[in-house]
Nanobody
């Protein structure tokens, strides 16, 4: 059973930075795609950024140029560096581990609150 544990959320002023981490248990991390999603109150969960088992990345338009996703396969950890944060970035951020047609795991989420 894979467990994903997010950390690094918190309260920050607009323009500030946070770094989220997601540590995965098990031995499949290196072959998995990893992603960060977020869900704001009253809104649907949306994809923020994704990194495949190689180095290929994808970013939502809303965060492009401000957020950076990276992974450390030796530590079974994926990161989301968030810079120039805006109040509209406020949400619960969830880590996702996936392999199409094979597995799909989710973390519990970490709250990010950006004050204006």
């Amino acid at each position: 059973q894979v467990q994903l544990v997010e950390s690094g959320g918190g309260l920050v002023q607009a323009g500030g930075s946070l770094r989220l981490s997601c540590a995965a248990s098990g031995s499949i991390f290196s072959v998995a795609g990893m992603a960060w999603y977020r869900q704001a109150p009253g809104k649907q969960r949306e994809l923020v950024a994704r990194i495949r088992s190689g180095v290929s990345t994808f970013y939502a338009d809303a965060v492009k140029g401000r957020f950076t996703i990276s992974r450390d396969n030796a530590k079974n950890t994926v990161y989301l560096q968030m810079n120039s944060l805006k109040p509209e970035d406020t949400a619960v951020y969830h880590c996702n581990m996936y392999k199409s047609g094979d597995f799909d795991y989710w973390g519990q989420g970490t709250q990010v609150t950006v004050s204006s």
